[in-house]
């Protein structure tokens, strides 16, 4: 463990983007929305600043980026096929920790079962993160209930915990000792390991109480929905709020479904592009003949909380699929983010 003095944990960034090419939350000026976004300069990033609208996994998977590029030759009946990975290092500085582990939702999802994606491969290949500890959870966060947070056990090389005038550093990765080494930090003490603690157990203190209460709710939410014990009204109701926009799946860090689109080009080449998609679109699940296995809204609704609350996706990922990031519920026009359905489904269980 390391200490920064506040006024200088920047150079840390500023070191990093000469070898990286430098994310980290930015306050847009005008809306004072913030994104995590790529950033010319360390002073544009905002270690203060609440978690970014849209998830920093746009980072590892974008909204839309082309994979692919081919042109088939009619006349020689030849394909020339060019594959378009992005192979450049990342610097995620200053990511919360409900995001980070997002990131490793996502690494398990497309690395860790049976196939590698290597789009998503080329990605993470050559990245630094450097997490930021929640010394105070913002207002939507319910991040205790899904043990995703307030601070970050893994996945980081660096991570910074605001003690008052000065950072806390640790290296979670050899990684990030040596870059920790190589910047001269000052070593920590056992007194900052409790200043931490103490830091971390203020901040999970004032959490909103329905964020506290709902802590064990979420387990007994998990067995319901993964055994199938929640009344067919339940979801009905849930499914009748649903407006199908996509929102939630699109602000959601863990969320990884996607489509692949092939569009030509004037030139006689052909793009593939992989995009986001969404289970709450009535064509996601769509086959051939026009048949459609989840065609009511309601039933598109309790398969993607089967997806962020059931146990056989729990074992897919090592955790719950949901981060307690809030987005969902920030978002949502039909008041049904993932909250409100723990809500709805506490409330059938003690009625």
Not at 191 to 206: G, R
Not at 218 to 229: A, D, E, K, L, Y
Not at 327 to 338: M, Y
Request: with cysteine; glycine share 6%; charged share 30%.
């Amino acid at each position: 463990m390391y200490l920064i003095e506040k006024n200088n944990v920047m150079k840390l960034a500023e070191e990093l983007a000469k070898s990286y090419s430098l994310y980290g939350p930015v306050t847009d000026k005008e809306t004072k929305q913030v994104f995590f976004n790529k950033v010319a300069s360390a002073s544009e990033i905002s270690l203060t600043a609440e978690i970014p609208s849209i998830p920093p996994k746009t980072v590892v998977f974008p909204q839309i980026e082309r994979i692919l590029e081919y042109k088939y030759d009619k006349g020689s009946k030849k394909v020339e096929m060019n594959a378009d990975f992005d192979t450049s290092s990342k610097a995620l500085f200053g990511i919360r920790p409900c995001d980070l582990t997002g990131i490793l939702v996502l690494d398990r999802f497309f690395m860790g079962l049976e196939f590698v994606d290597d789009v998503y491969l080329e990605h993470r290949k050559r990245m630094f993160i450097v997490s930021n500890t929640c010394t105070v959870p913002f207002k939507q966060c319910f991040c205790v209930c899904t043990d995703s947070g307030p601070v970050a056990e893994e996945g980081y090389d660096l991570n910074l915990t605001d003690l008052g005038d000065v950072y806390l550093v640790e290296a979670g990765s050899d990684k990030g000792r040596e870059f920790a080494e190589k910047m001269g930090l000052q070593k920590a003490g056992p007194e900052h390991t409790l200043e931490k603690k103490n830091a971390v157990d203020k901040s999970i203190s004032l959490f909103e109480k329905l964020a506290t209460d709902n802590k064990a709710w979420i387990s007994r939410v998990m067995n319901r929905v993964t055994t199938g014990f929640i009344k067919e009204e339940v979801w009905e109701h849930i499914g009748k709020q649903c407006f199908e926009c996509g929102a939630c799946t699109f602000v959601c860090p863990t969320c990884s479904c996607f489509n692949v689109e092939d569009h030509n080009k004037f030139s006689g080449s052909t793009d593939r592009l992989r995009t986001w998609d969404s289970c709450s679109f009535e064509g996601y699940t769509k086959m051939a003949g026009d048949h459609n296995p989840r065609h009511p809204v309601e039933d598109r609704r309790n398969k993607r909380f089967f997806c962020k609350l059931s146990y056989s996706q729990s074992k897919k990922y090592l955790r719950p699929g949901c981060v307690g990031c809030g987005r969902c519920q920030w978002v949502c026009p039909g008041d049904i983010g993932l909250p409100n359905v723990v809500t709805y489904i506490r409330r059938e269980i003690t009625e």
